[in-house]
Nanobody, 124 residues
Framework: QVRLVESGGGLVQSGGSLRLSCAAS????????MGWFRQAPGQEREFVAAVSWRGASTDYADSLRGRFTISRDNVKSTLYLQMNSLKPEDTAVYSC?????????????????WGQGTQVTVSS
């Protein structure tokens, strides 16, 4: 079955960087769009970034464009999120998502496959 396992979260000071990883298994990773979402305490889950199945196109939340970079390695079946210039408001649980239908864009709703998430905490 589809398995998505995030890693790389942790505690970082404001202005610092982190790189999240998502190891995927149980499906043909290179045929599926992937992405990242985040959920802060008391808030709804929000879209962060997405990448197409071949990595040819990317999409970002407007507020994060320029600080976050999404990428994928289809040989390693791994998704990445490089986060720079982190701010306290970036504190959230970051979850990896996979589209349910091959060669289609990632949905910006709950209708994806989901990992368990990794906590990112940015201190001021």
């Amino acid at each position: 079955q589809v398995r998505l396992v995030e890693s790389g979260g942790g505690l970082v000071q404001s202005g610092g960087s982190l790189r999240l990883s998502c190891a995927a298994s149980g499906f043909a990773f290179s045929s599926y769009s992937m992405g990242w979402f985040r959920q802060a305490p008391g808030q709804e889950r929000e879209f962060v970034a997405a990448v197409s199945w071949r990595g040819a196109s990317t999409d970002y939340a407007d507020s994060l464009r320029g600080r976050f970079t999404i990428s994928r390695d289809n040989v390693k079946s791994t998704l990445y999120l490089q986060m720079n210039s982190l701010k306290p408001e970036d504190t959230a649980v970051y979850s990896c998502a996979a589209a349910r239908v091959p060669r289609t864009p990632l949905r910006h709703d709950e209708n994806n496959y989901w990992g368990q998430g990794t906590q990112v905490t940015v201190s001021s």
